[in-house]
């Protein structure tokens, strides 16, 4: 009797047991197939991904050309970039030295002879659609082109896909998200799925900012420019400091200087008495008057 008691509850508790197993899987296997209807739901489809997608590109353009003058072009390619809406982000302007040489002309002075070369590098960022007007305009300053490349990357496919993949990231963070409030566990079990859900959602930023970034490229291109101008020469009399404290004048150097400098104060005796001239004349004028009262006083 007791065998068979025993046997009854044995059989009601695997009863209620598998009863629960089967009802676990069924809310599981539910949990999952909404999961894939939130994914499905949120993915376009093949059909409608075709229908959308709209070619995109980022066009990126590469030159180098000569100018007359460096810094006069740099400011017109300046000026035309902002006037059409872009703006620089590089601007490095360099002069190098290819040359120089020092000649003494006299003891105390050196003839300074350089020979350089001006260069700018810059980088500009001007809307897609005025980089035709920007170029046209930056064509004006060209004296002699090396090169010149433009080149257009077909980003629409990276853009979807960078799209579709914050999508799914944000819906796997949600799931994820859902199941910790929903569900009951450990404090392991929690903090592995907070883990999992942060690492989901910065999946999901990530991609928002490259998709940013592919929508900036595509709005506003990317020029680079080497401007340079032909190799100039420089010359300037300077300073022969090094032989400055050693210099000497001689006695022959000394007698002329002395002569030149009374000459040059005669000179300015005599140009003073010039200028003053009428003065002088009154005095003159007064004297011999003066004279010849005296000598009327004199005589008897």
């Not at 180098?64 to 302007?93: C, P, R």
Request: net charge positive; glycine share 4%; aromatic share 8%.
């Amino acid at each position: 009797m007791k065998v068979k008691l025993f046997s009854a509850v044995f059989l009601a508790a695997s009863f209620l047991l598998t009863t629960a197993c089967k009802n676990k899987a069924a809310e599981d296997h539910f949990s999952e197939a909404k999961a894939v209807s939130e994914v499905a739901d949120t993915t376009p489809t093949t059909s409608a991904v075709e229908t959308k997608l709209k070619r995109e590109f980022v066009r990126t353009v590469d030159a180098q050309f000569e100018v007359e003058d460096v810094s006069k072009a740099t400011k017109a390619i300046e000026d035309a970039t902002k006037k059409f809406g872009g703006f620089v982000t590089l601007s490095n302007l360099q002069s190098q030295v290819i040359q120089s040489d020092e000649i003494p002309v006299s003891a105390d002075s050196l003839l300074l002879t350089k020979k350089y070369k001006v260069e700018n590098v810059i980088t500009l960022r001007v809307p897609n659609s005025q980089l035709d007007t920007v170029l046209r305009a930056i064509g004006k300053q060209i004296k002699f082109i090396d090169f010149q490349s433009l080149k257009c990357d077909d980003v629409s496919l990276q853009l979807l896909s960078t799209d579709l993949e914050r999508k799914r990231t944000a819906v796997a963070a949600n799931r994820i998200s859902k199941a910790i409030d929903q569900k009951g566990t450990k404090l392991s079990g929690i903090v592995d799925a907070e883990n999992e859900a942060d690492l989901r959602r910065e999946q999901t930023d990530q991609a928002l900012i490259n998709k940013l970034s592919l929508r900036d490229n595509v709005a506003f291109s990317t020029v680079t420019l080497k401007v340079y101008q032909r190799e100039r020469m420089q010359r300037e009399v300077v300073l022969n400091e090094a032989n400055l404290d050693s210099f000497q004048a001689s006695f022959g150097d000394k007698l002329f200087e002395g002569f030149k400098s009374g000459w040059n104060l005669l000179e300015g005796i005599i140009t003073f008495l010039v200028r003053i001239w009428p003065i002088v004349l009154v005095i003159i004028l007064i004297i011999v008057g003066y004279k010849k009262s005296t000598r009327r006083a004199e005589l008897p």
